[in-house]
T-cell receptor, first 108, second 112 residues
Framework: SQQGEEDPQALSIQEGENATMNCSYKTSINNLQWYRQNSGRGLVHLILIRSNEREKHSGRLRVTLDTSKKSSSLLITASRAADTASYFCGNRDDKIIFGKGTRLHILP | DTGVSQNPRHKITKRGQNVTFRCDPISEHNRLYWYRQTLGQGPEFLTYFQNEAQLEKSRLLSDRFSAERPKGSFSTLEIQRTEQGDSAMYLC??????????FGPGTRLTVT
């Protein structure tokens, strides 16, 4: 069974706009990770946030974590065409349990 | 390129045949993972190794599936008597202990 559930399932925005996607999970986590997958490069690790952290930044990425609501959000600022991909959240406890992903499409 | 490599990248086989995939992890990584991904879904965990020991197997890994990592380096995943439902992308990842997992490009299996 999948642990994370990303929302929305699909998102289309204009280049330059910000994109926000959410992830909800079911059980307690030690950390939560976000991955990006596109046809050219496979699954790429974006950012990891630990259960005792509330917010983390990496370049144009901002991740928040609310353990009381069992949810996380990924914000991509100033989106680019290259950000077109599927984004997955997953908890990490030796193995990663992934959600179904959000398919992000950046419109020119 | 010193990333995770997988071979073959694509495999088409007839139902009932056996197939074997290979994964070469990043050389200093002691952990190796196998996942399976079908269209529109996230990757699903199958099994993982720490060095040569297989530490966990998912319920998804039926008796027809077997994975090995004989010398703690590369790994093979074999599927016996393939079924159409086995058609998927098989992903391999490696990590140093519990740190970030690096994924390979995957092997796409099509069972006809």
């Amino acid at each position: 069974s999948q642990q994370g559930e990303e929302d929305p399932q699909a998102l289309s925005i204009q280049e330059g706009e910000n994109a926000t996607m959410n992830c909800s999970y079911k059980t307690s986590i030690n950390n939560l990770q976000w991955y990006r997958q596109n046809s050219g490069r496979g699954l790429v690790h974006l950012i990891l946030i630990r259960s005792n952290e509330r917010e983390k930044h990496s370049g144009r990425l901002r991740v928040t974590l609310d353990t009381s609501k069992k949810s996380s959000s990924l914000l991509i600022t100033a989106s680019r065409a290259a950000d077109t991909a599927s984004y997955f959240c997953g908890n990490r406890d030796d193995k990663i349990i992934f959600g179904k992903g959000t398919r992000l499409h950046i419109l020119p | 390129d010193t990333g995770v490599s997988q071979n073959p990248r694509h495999k088409i086989t007839k139902r009932g045949q056996n197939v074997t995939f290979r994964c070469d992890p990043i050389s200093e990584h002691n952990r190796l993972y196998w996942y399976r991904q079908t269209l529109g879904q996230g990757p699903e965990f199958l099994t993982y190794f720490q060095n040569e020991a297989q530490l966990e197997k998912s319920r998804l890994l039926s008796d027809r599936f077997s994975a090995e990592r004989p010398k703690g380096s590369f790994s093979t995943l074999e599927i016996q008597r393939t079924e159409q439902g086995d058609s998927a992308m098989y992903l391999c990842a490696s990590s140093l202990d519990s740190w970030e997992q690096y994924f390979g490009p995957g092997t796409r299996l099509t069972v006809t």
